[in-house]
């Protein structure tokens, strides 16, 4: 606790990057160890890093952040098409565009604050949204999503002589297969990137700024300063993540669709960074990782597994058992997320950070008998 | 002492270090993906079980868990019994039981796609099956085929899925829109006559798409005109201000392009605007549902009665195997099987039959075992797994909203059964390419 900043952050960040490469071996026991699970904590954490520079920090809430998820999604499917399979071009496109889209629409969206922002967010992702499912259909396929065809001109592919012959290609860095643990690995090393960069952009005097404006906005323009452009900046950057994980989505598996962009996506990312811990570092990596594991594993749970789960119990105590617990796993996982998240809130208005926090806190005055030492349990320092 | 340890846990960890299979497997032949390696097969079901297709999806696990049932033995064996294929014996599938994983696609591409890939990388799935959408079809069947896996889909109407978007691991038993458009063609003229005006409401997507283009196909082949053609969203919920122009737009037929509880929707609201009591051109107006199920037509409940249009098979069918798979279905879940139900039980027989038939797994083993398969026994009578683009081909029904009906499950009744000869095309019609099987890693 008595580190420097500089060296805790240091030591946080080597931590960080040793469990996410770990990750297939730690989660296995959970039974989160399989490739495609573990490819959507790396890039749902990259999407929630990115929503919280902007909501952590300049505390203006977008509700329409999966818009640029999806455009990241649509650039990184069509740079497959036309130019190569390489995932890298389409990461770098995706992230550009993604930005692009976020500079205009957060140009006319940071106009206003509170829930004004939030609303305008909000329409302008519904309006991509729709743009997407059935106005753009020649360019986004509709519902049915855009996909990959062996058609495709692929034109940097063919320039370096590259044939995928008679199959359909999917995306590989220089031979390595996208899909699978090597696709795992490559956003796992974009997340460790982008929680470093992250972690910058919190200490910088850039951030303090952020902070500044979400403390009080007001008191910043009557000393004379303009925070739009530092709003702005926050909004685009936090753009450019969400457009860089819409495009590993389509890295690791080469189809987008509109669906991404609906607004119940833009919920999520708001739920994973609350849940998490807005604000902090690692909070909206761990709200992240939390909602995509009930979504993939709560929601497979059926009566036949749990039967097995409660075989302990008498028969007439597991078919209760199973009739009650039934209700909140298989449909019914959005149920136990909204009871935990309300648990959250109520008790840990801090997310799973301020658990975490606390619990150190605890141990160590356990440990050290009771020491004067302060825990670090505002959000504001937390790794 | 320090060694001691050290050569130990080298010991430990080379014992763990077991070779990769495919080194480890006969010479000749490489592994495939998920090879089934202990007592037990995985199959998937990846089905819908929330959103607009909910209804179906349910009535589709019900009848997964029903085949897996009589694969293994259990149960009366429902079709197994009249199954004119007899490699299956009751005792599962080369020599190894079936057991199952489940997942919904919140008729949602990406959702049924990270379900799918949850059930192949995580539980060894050999084989997916289900959907109730053609979109979460042609996207899944698309993961399969990359996979390395076999996908067997449930209800999806589109032609694209056997169409433009085929692809070798994929095979399909439902029929598609081009069927229901030249079944439909021939018994609307002779209900409705030649010069009517025909509007669509469609369902924003490949299936509706597939249907309005089938039906406008066959319909302006009979004379009839096109109105107007007008897209909602899935899953709308509410349809009244597309129905609204209807009544002023001078059609007096309007065709609706949408399943599940859209139809249910869609219908009621049509039906409560008055669009069936009016008189347009000193004509009838008339509804037609050209892809019609039990489910939705009991949703729609009164709604229905003489409202035309087609369906794969009606629980009401007559021949042997088609009663024996109502009997089990009715004996387990106390009500009859709806038409998903029905395709994804054949489904699933199909292809635990092929698997037994080739002896192997192996997506290219089986699907060789598939392509080309006549059948009989299961409800449709004789049917063909077409091999130029895995789809079979069958008669098609016709069906009503009966007028009076004797229960709440007895809603439609069978106007007519158009020979397969009448709704067979050449395979290169919708386009697309198979491709070669792909057997994974």
């Known amino acids: ?383 | 002492m320090v060694r001691r340890t050290y050569a130990r846990w080298c010991g430990r960890r080379g014992a763990e270090r077991t070779p990769p299979t495919r080194f480890t497997s006969q010479a000749w032949a490489a592994g495939y993906t998920n090879e089934p390696k202990g007592g037990t097969v995985t199959l998937g079901f990846n089905v819908p079980q929330t959103g607009a297709y909910a209804d179906e999806g349910a009535d589709e696990l019900r009848a997964y868990q029903l085949a897996v049932e009589h694969i293994n033995g259990g149960g009366d064996g429902g079709m197994l019994n009249t199954f004119t294929s007899k490699a299956l014996k009751g005792d599962g599938v080369n020599g190894k039981k079936v057991v199952f994983v489940t997942g919904d696609t919140q008729t949602k591409s990406d959702a049924a796609r990270a379900s799918a890939k949850r059930m192949i990388e995580k539980d060894g799935a050999i084989m997916i099956t289900g959907g109730s959408s053609s979109g979460v079809a042609i996207a899944v069947q698309g993961l399969c085929q990359d996979a390395g896996v076999i996908f067997m889909a449930g209800l999806t109407h589109s032609n694209d899925t056997t169409g433009k978007d085929k692809r070798a691991n994929g095979f399909r038993h439902f029929f598609n829109t081009e069927m229901s458009g030249a079944a439909l063609g021939p018994v609307l003229k002779n209900a409705f006559g030649s010069e009517r005006a025909a509007y669509h409401l469609t369902a924003d997507y490949t299936w509706g798409w597939s249907q309005e283009g089938s039906i406008k196909k066959y319909t302006e082949q009979l004379g009839w005109q096109t109105t107007a053609a007008v897209r909602t969203p899935l899953g709308a919920g509410d349809f009244s201000q597309y129905i609204t122009p209807v009544l002023n737009s001078g059609a007096d037929v309007l065709v609706l392009n949408h399943y599940g509880r859209d139809m249910v929707n869609s219908l009621t609201q049509a039906v409560q605007f008055g669009l069936r009591d009016k008189q347009v051109n000193g004509r009838d107006f008339a509804i037609v549902v050209p892809l019609y199920s039990r489910l939705m037509a009991q949703g729609a409940g009164e709604n229905v009665k003489g409202i035309f249009g087609s369906t794969n098979w009606h629980w009401s069918l007559q021949d042997a195997g088609s009663k024996a798979f109502v009997k089990s279905f009715g004996t387990k879940y106390g009500f009859p099987p709806s038409q998903a139900a029905h395709t994804t039980y054949c489904q699933a027989l199909l292809y635990a039959d092929a698997c037994q038939r080739a002896g192997t797994f192996r997506p290219s083993g089986v699907g060789a075992a598939l392509a080309g398969f006549k059948f009989d026994g299961l409800g449709n009578g004789p049917t063909e797994y077409r091999a130029a683009d895995h789809q079979c081909f069958k008669d098609v029904l016709v069906v009503k909203g009966k007028e009076k009906p004797t229960s709440k499950f007895d809603v439609l009744e069978v106007v007519e059964v158009t020979p397969r000869a009448q709704v067979e095309y050449p395979a290169s019609m919708l386009g697309g390419e198979l491709g070669p099987y792909n057997d994974g890693a």
């Open chain 1, 1 to 383: 606790m008595s580190l420097a900043p500089e060296r805790r952050d240091l030591i946080v960040l080597v931590i960080f990057a040793a469990v996410v490469l770990a990750a297939p071996v730690l989660f296995k026991p959970i039974g989160a160890g399989y490739p495609d699970l573990l490819q959507k904590f790396a890039i749902y954490g990259i999407f929630a890093i990115g929503f919280n520079i902007l909501f952590g920090l300049t505390g203006y809430l977008s509700f329409g952040h999966a818009a640029f998820l999806g455009v990241g999604s649509y650039t990184a499917v069509w740079t497959f098409k036309l130019l190569s399979m390489n995932p890298v071009p389409a990461i770098i496109l995706a992230t550009l565009v993604g930005g692009a889209f976020a500079a205009v629409i957060g140009f006319i969206s940071l106009r206003r604050t509170g829930i004004y922002f939030s609303i305008l967010t909000l329409a302008f992702a519904q309006m991509s949204y729709n743009l997407a499912y059935s106005v753009l259909t020649p360019i986004t396929n509709g519902e049915t999503g855009l996909q990959l065809n062996q058609a495709d001109p692929r034109v940097l592919d063919i320039a370096f002589g590259r044939d995928y012959g008679a199959v359909l290609p999917s995306s590989d860095l220089f031979g390595l297969d996208m899909t699978g643990y090597p696709g795992f690995y490559f956003c796992a090393v974009v997340l460790i990137l982008c929680f470093f960069l992250a972690n910058r952009i919190f200490r910088s005097p850039f951030g303090m700024m952020l902070r500044a404006v979400k403390s009080n906005q007001n008191r910043m323009n009557y000393t004379g300063l303009n925070t739009r452009p530092y709003a702005l900046a926050a909004f685009v950057i936090s753009g450019m993540y969400a457009g860089l994980a819409g495009g590993l989505l389509a890295v690791t598996d080469p189809l987008a669709g509109a669906e991404r962009m609906q607004w119940t996506a833009s919920g999520e990312v708001v739920l994973m960074t609350i849940l998490g811990g807005a604000g902090t570092l690692l909070g909206p990596v761990l709200g992240a990782g939390l909602i995509k594991y009930f979504e993939n594993i709560f929601s497979a749970f059926n009566e036949g597994i749990l039967m097995a789960g409660f075989d302990f119990l008498p028969e007439t105590l597991q078919h209760a058992a199973v009739a009650v617990s039934s209700l909140f796993v298989g449909e019914g996982w959005h149920l136990t997320l909204g009871a935990l998240f309300m648990l959250i809130v109520i008790f840990l208005p801090g997310g799973l950070m301020e658990g975490i926090n606390r619990l150190v806190a605890w141990i160590g005055r356990r440990g050290g008998g009771g020491g004067g030492e302060a825990p670090a349990t505002a959000p504001q320092t937390a790794g």
